[in-house]
């Protein structure tokens, strides 16, 4: 008895949403801050032009069937029930993708930021010149991109790789990097890797340039004494910001892997060991024109992107 009274006095107190008292809320505060929406109202209206609109319309096609030239037609979740349960190739392009995301993200994460971090503690009139060697490989098309590497990799013995290794003793005839299903997703992540120093870099750079020196003052004050003490206790949580931001980007990047892929190895790839969610998207909705089932990976991949991206946001956005 007693039991039931503290649950319904429970219930009592809890407070229950109000639409009514919550849209006055919103209403009075769009009209005490009215300038500051009116700034940002262009954004608001090209974000829900490009964005917003776009992915609920995706959401729509991916519960029909939808090849261009014939209207939408609904059937529900079957794009989604073939695309788990008898989609193979779809199943092995989510290992593929999750396979580079794990390695390319947190390596290139990583990578990014220990690259700005050694740029900052050189002088002022070098940093430039580095900034523009890491940062040009992500600017750079894949197409010129794969033009180098498939000479690096290329499997005859006139492929740099294959000449040098020949050369040293290590192998006795070319191997064959780019069709070979082993070597192709190793291949691939270099590749992304050497092109991952992108947007997250040069925010790293920028957040590390502008951490105040009074903080490595107070810091030597209280017994930091080395570089790496200054790195754990002081610049990391100084540029927690752009710490954040950089991981959404990586993760983004990671789930993003498309054209490298492509260009290097083929769309198919040999036996779709190169294969990701991104060439799947790109092989059913411009090659084979099912809109509504290319709709429906490109739902998956968003909500892959949001899920990992909450769980940045509650791991390094916490205060």
Aim: net charge neutral; with cysteine.
């Amino acid at each position: 008895m007693n039991t039931e009274t503290h649950t319904a006095a429970a219930e009592l107190r809890r407070p229950r949403f109000d639409l009514g008292r919550k849209l006055a809320e919103i209403w009075a505060d769009l009209k005490r801050e009215w300038v500051s929406y009116l700034f940002v109202l262009p954004f608001l209206i090209l974000f829900t032009f490009f964005i917003v609109i776009p992915v609920i319309v995706s959401i729509y096609l991916s519960f029909t069937y939808y090849n261009i030239l014939e209207p939408p037609r609904w059937i529900g979740a079957s794009n989604y029930r073939l695309l788990f349960v008898d989609d193979d190739i779809f199943l092995q392009a989510i290992g593929t993708t999750l396979k580079f995301a794990v390695i390319t993200g947190p390596v290139g994460y990583i990578l990014s930021f220990l690259l700005a971090w050694l740029i900052s503690q050189i002088p002022q009139q070098y940093r430039f010149f580095y900034t523009l060697c890491f940062y040009t490989p992500s600017i750079t098309s894949a197409v010129a991109m794969a033009v180098v590497w498939q000479y690096l990799f290329a499997g005859d013995s006139k492929g740099l790789l294959n000449y040098f290794l020949m050369q040293l003793g290590i192998l006795d005839e070319p191997y064959l990097f780019l069709q070979n299903v082993d070597s192709i997703v190793p291949v691939i992540i270099i590749v992304s890797l050497w092109m991952s120093m992108g947007i997250g870099f040069l925010a790293f750079l920028a957040g590390l340039q502008n951490v105040p020196k009074d903080l490595y003052e107070a810091g030597a004050i209280d017994g930091v004494k080395y570089r790496w003490q200054e790195l754990i206790y002081i610049t990391i949580p100084a540029v927690k910001p752009q710490l954040l931001f950089g991981a959404v980007m990586q993760v983004v990047f990671s789930l993003q892997v498309f054209d490298v892929s492509v260009q290097l190895v083929g769309l198919p790839s040999p036996l779709y060991a190169g294969h990701t969610i991104l060439t799947h998207l790109y092989d059913y909705a411009f090659i084979k024109f099912e809109m509504g089932y290319a709709s429906a990976i490109a739902v998956v991949l968003f909500l892959m992107m949001l899920g990992l991206n909450r769980l940045i946001f509650r791991w390094l956005g916490r205060d």
